[in-house]
């Protein structure tokens, strides 16, 4: 297939993946604002910061984080270049340029989201339709993802956009992380209150993995355990383990079919090995902080080496 | 089969005649149509105009906001043409589809038809489209016509006239196939009560067909891929989606570039050389190295590979010169030159502004005529007179006299009319027909049947889409 269109498809999955995920991170923000006003506002900035967004904000609205404004902006304000409405009409635009190699549900389901979306967001969202938006984005997502698993051949192609899902994924838990991991720190868990609940329930929130966590572990909360659930633990598919497993998977694909073992192959069965098979607390030990950094800047390295390797552009 | 000035003109109506009755071709349809219930066929419309939405079949408009892409109106009363009218009309274009193939060679090669005096070299020499490094050239198989589009237009029972002849690249193949597979969609009763020739299988003929026409380099099963200037061209939809349906890859200049003397794609796996090149894109913009220095669509270096014989070009480059509106006033003798036979379908009379006395004489019957550019095309540029003001009128008259030679003139056609769907009832409007035409050294394809473009305003006579024109399912019936 030509470079170009395993481009397009690596990148269609990846936006489709942002804006779920931004999708859920407004979720999460809001929920906590709505139970506390007080701390309202860093954590709307910290949601900023996670999503890769806080930039942007400053540069238009300055210190003004108040919900209505950040939830505008991340859901369809023109000065933020990653609006989910942005990153849907990109999504859209790879989904044409790669026409070719989806099948029509794919890019009906895509196409409909765009559509839907566009005239959802035409005007500013309420605060009480805030959560039908939402549902309405995810179920969007959730169609597209149905249409692709149900129709698309496991060729090439198909491999190239799971690649760019799950690349993706595991860049934004790797930024929750990154934002959140001051509260996972040992030495806050251990100063005898407990580590703050609603914290813990938005970083759960955030992956959508609330319920997941407690029934894996029960009523339980611990820091090591949060970590280890969205890092280590290779049946949540938020996890950046899952994600770098997926992801060797299709790697692994291209590989056979290709004939031909890439840079990007190997880079990416070493971030497995190296980095995320160690128990949790060699993680710790080695510094929470350090570690996600690294794995971020191993993460955005395979980006650039699969697009060098499959030659998506010249 | 002029239209007068005055108003009780009559139209040639397909569907039904002057006393009210159903012409034989629509007599079905029409039975059909007479129980349906109205307000069923007014809901499927509108499922229709969603589908067309959800599939992506839009048009951009140039010079409006990208963002903003339109829906071509499609109306759901199918245009039917008999078994007996196709067959005259096929007949027809298959000449005039071998005749200009033959022309484009005469002129590339030996220019017997100047030196006849039958067409004035000026026409030659002055076209822009005309590509001198053509000269001397064969291209593979001796195709320079891959796919054309004849427009034709209809004045009476019998009376059909090829209005222009598209060599260049002609479009609305997908409209045509994306038509009849909404009609298919929503009222699948009919084709079961209806015999309706199929349109389907035009993507695999033309895979066929450019397969057929490969240049020597190629070497196994032809490898063809379709060139498109990108996602924001008008006809992006049509070029994905003929490339999706005959399996071919779908190219930008950026893909692709000369590699060991063949021009190949860059593919996940390295470059691959590519044998036929399906280009939507105008002769201009294929070589920057040879032709427009600062294009970024095409391949530098494609040239080389095609005088060479490493690449088949569809269609031919310099294959523009046949769609040139004063050319076209010429077709009958270019008919008659190369076959040997008078033309079987005729051409609508045309005044030639460059002479003198034409010039004179349109410029007397202005209000009443219709002038285009010799080189426009989509409607742009051209003057309906019997629609325009006064005011329209004298500005154009400006134009025509300050740049005659730029201009050619028609009667204006009484177009035949088909009904539309309204929500008060079926109405006339005005059609015309572009069928499409496959060639290969294997023969000519036609589809049967091709895209109907309808004036979706009352009285237009204007059915280009980008003027708010609007298509129709076309069905030639079997016999």
């Known amino acids: 297939m030509l470079g170009k269109t395993a481009g397009s498809l690596f990148w269609m999955a990846r936006y489709l993946e942002r804006s779920e995920n931004n999708a859920r991170l407004i979720d999460a923000g809001f929920r906590i604002a709505l139970t506390r006003s007080s701390t309202a506002r860093s954590e709307w900035r910290s949601v900023l910061v996670t999503a890769g967004q806080d930039h942007y904000f400053r540069a238009a609205h300055g210190e003004d984080y108040t919900s209505q404004r950040v939830v505008d902006f991340m859901l369809r304000d023109p000065a933020n270049p990653s609006s989910i409405l942005s990153v849907v009409k990109r999504a859209r635009d790879n989904a044409r340029t790669a026409r070719t190699y989806l099948t029509r549900e794919v890019w009906e389901a895509v196409n409909t989201s765009w559509m839907t979306l566009g005239a959802l967001l035409k005007r500013q969202v309420r605060e009480d339709d805030l959560p039908d938006v939402l549902a309405a984005i995810r179920q969007q997502s959730a169609l597209v993802r149905g249409a692709f698993g149900g129709t698309m051949l496991r060729n090439d192609g198909y491999n190239f956009s799971r690649i760019g899902t799950f690349l993706e994924r595991a860049d934004n838990t790797a930024r929750i992380l990154d934002v959140k991991y001051y509260l996972l720190l040992p030495s806050v868990a251990h100063i005898g209150t407990s580590i703050d609940n609603v914290q813990w329930e938005t970083i759960l929130r955030s992956v959508s993995a609330h319920r997941a966590y407690h029934w894996l572990y029960g009523t339980e909360i611990s820091a090591l355990k949060i970590a280890e659930f969205l890092i280590l633990y290779r049946q949540m598919p938020r996890s950046l383990a899952f994600c770098c497993d997926q992801m060797n998977n299709n790697l692994g694909w291209l590989h056979r079919s290709y004939g031909e073992e890439s840079e990007a192959v190997q880079m990416a069965a070493a971030m497995c090995r190296d980095r995320l098979s160690r128990p949790i607390q060699a993680i710790f030990d080695g510094g929470l902080h350090e570690f996600i950094t690294d794995f971020l800047s191993a993460n955005a390295a395979l980006a650039r080496q699969i697009e060098r390797d499959y030659r998506f552009v010249e | ?479």
Not at chain 2, 168 to 180: F, I, K
Not at chain 2, 250 to 263: K, P, S
Not at chain 2, 310 to 336: C, H, V
Request: net charge negative; charged share 25%.
């Open chain 2, 1 to 479: 089969m002029l239209r007068g000035k005055g108003r009780g003109i009559q139209f040639f109506d397909e569907m039904v005649g002057q006393g009210g009755e159903v012409r034989s071709p629509y007599r079905e349809y029409h039975d059909w149509f007479d129980r349906e219930d109205a307000a069923r066929i007014q809901r499927k419309a509108q499922q229709a105009e969603a589908f067309f939405r959800t599939t992506g079949i839009t048009f951009n408009v140039y010079g409006e906001d990208e963002a903003d892409e339109r829906l071509i109106p499609f109306d759901v009363v199918p245009r039917i043409i008999s078994a007996r009218e196709w067959r005259r009309l096929s007949r027809g274009i298959e000449q005039r589809v071998r005749a200009l193939n033959a022309f484009l060679h005469d002129v590339y090669h030996r220019q017997e038809i100047l030196r006849a005096g039958r067409v004035p070299v000026e026409l030659i020499s002055r076209n822009e489209a005309f590509l001198p490094m053509m000269m001397g050239m064969d291209p593979p198989g001796g195709v320079y016509t891959h796919i054309s589009g004849i427009d034709i237009v209809r004045t009476g029972p019998d009376e059909f006239y090829v209005l222009e002849d598209n060599a260049r690249t002609p479009s609305g193949v997908s409209y045509m196939l994306e038509n009849r597979e909404t009609m298919l969609q929503m009222f699948p009763e009919l084709f079961a009560k209806i015999s309706v020739r199929e349109v389907g299988d035009y993507p695999l003929n033309l895979l066929k067909s450019l397969s057929a026409c490969a240049p020597p380099a190629c070497n196994g099963t032809p490898t063809v891929a379709v060139l498109t200037p990108g996602i924001h061209n008008s006809a992006y939809f049509e070029h994905s989606f003929l490339a999706d349906q005959m399996g071919a890859e779908l190219v930008e200049g950026h893909d692709l570039r000369v590699v060991e003397g063949r021009v190949a794609m860059r593919t996940t796996q390295g470059y691959t050389p590519i044998d036929v090149l399906y280009r939507r894109v105008d002769d201009d913009f294929l070589d920057p190295l040879n032709f427009r220095p600062d294009s970024m669509l095409g391949v530098p270096g494609i040239w080389d590979v095609y005088r060479a014989g490493g690449i088949t070009i569809a269609n031919a480059p310099g294959t523009g010169i046949a769609d040139d509106k004063a050319l076209y006033s010429y077709m009958p003798d270019i008919i008659e030159f190369y076959t040997g036979e008078k033309a079987l379908l005729p051409n609508v009379p045309t005044w030639r502004c460059s002479e003198p006395e034409h010039l004179k004489e349109v410029l007397a019957r202005l209000p009443e005529l219709v002038v285009k550019e010799v080189h426009g095309s989509g409607g742009y540029g051209m003057l309906v007179g019997p629609a325009a003001s006064k005011k329209e009128i004298a500005a154009f008259r400006a134009k025509l006299e300050a740049n005659p030679r730029n201009y050619i003139a028609q009667p204006t056609l009484s177009l035949s009319t088909v009904p539309i769907f309204t929500r008060t009832g079926l109405a006339p409007r005005h059609v015309d027909l572009r069928p499409f035409v496959l060639m290969s050294p294997q023969g000519i394809t036609i589809t049967p049947g091709g895209l109907t473009r309808v004036a979706m305003t009352k009285g237009s006579l204007v059915v280009n889409s980008s003027q708010g024109g609007g298509t129709k399912d076309t069905w030639v019936l079997e016999d």
